[in-house]
């Protein structure tokens, strides 16, 4: 069975992510900070398994790695970030170092996998355009994100694993706000179709929800 690991999957696309896979038939692992109140994620249907997990707390990290110790993830999604309400300093730790930290642990167990695939989702207001960093705590966080993705994105290709940063749309979520143009399960379907269709020389690659490039 086909699987996947969802980093953030109470609310929001990683929600979306969940239900989608879940209705496909896939064997669906998917995390949350509160496994003892999931929420929505609870009643999703299908093969799902909920972990636990603070994207920053080392530990928790190391334990769900543990669980895929001796098996192999087919794709890994990291869904987790945050938009307000927090410090520049924390702002940075969840969107920019925790994506790394987290994908860092479970890369050899997407390395087992069949399909070998990583998404992280970054944002359009990472994007440099050719100028500065933003200058905004968000867009300077997906920034920072995008930077590191290119970075060690070569080290994950020669492992044979095919990863790619997502700008998912402005979302209709609790993030992205109720007047948002997207909605999660347009979102989270372009997304499924260019990850169903992704190919080692996509790998690296900053793209839209609709599969097009995006500019760094």
């Not at 064997?27 to 603070?54: F, Y």
């Not at 669980?67 to 087919?74: K, M, N, P, Q, T």
């Amino acid at each position: 069975m086909t699987s996947v690991l969802i980093v953030g999957a109470s609310r929001g696309i990683g929600l979306g992510f969940t239900q989608s896979f879940a209705a496909d038939g896939w064997e669906v692992h998917a995390t949350t900070r509160t496994p003892e109140n999931p929420g929505a994620l609870g009643g999703v249907a299908g093969d799902v398994t909920i972990h636990g997990l603070e994207v920053r707390n080392k530990n928790q990290i190391e334990s769900l790695a543990g669980v895929f110790e001796d098996r192999g993830l087919d794709l890994l999604i990291h869904s987790a970030g945050v938009l307000r309400g927090v410090s520049r300093d924390e702002m940075m730790a969840i969107n920019a170092d925790a994506p790394m930290a987290v994908v860092g642990a479970l890369l050899a167990a997407v390395e087992r996998g069949a399909e070998r695939k990583i998404a992280i989702l970054t944002s359009q207001m990472g994007a440099r355009h050719g100028g500065e960093t933003p200058s905004a705590d968000y867009g300077a966080s997906k920034c920072l994100l995008n930077d590191r993705f290119r970075e060690i994105e070569p080290e994950w290709a020669a492992k044979g694993i095919t990863s790619v940063v997502f700008h998912p749309g402005w979302v209709a979520t609790d993030m992205g706000g109720r007047s948002a143009s997207v909605s999660v399960n347009e979102s989270v379907g372009g997304m499924r179709r260019v990850i169903d269709g992704l190919e080692p020389s996509d790998s690296g690659k900053f793209l839209t929800w609709k599969g097009t490039e995006h500019a760094w």
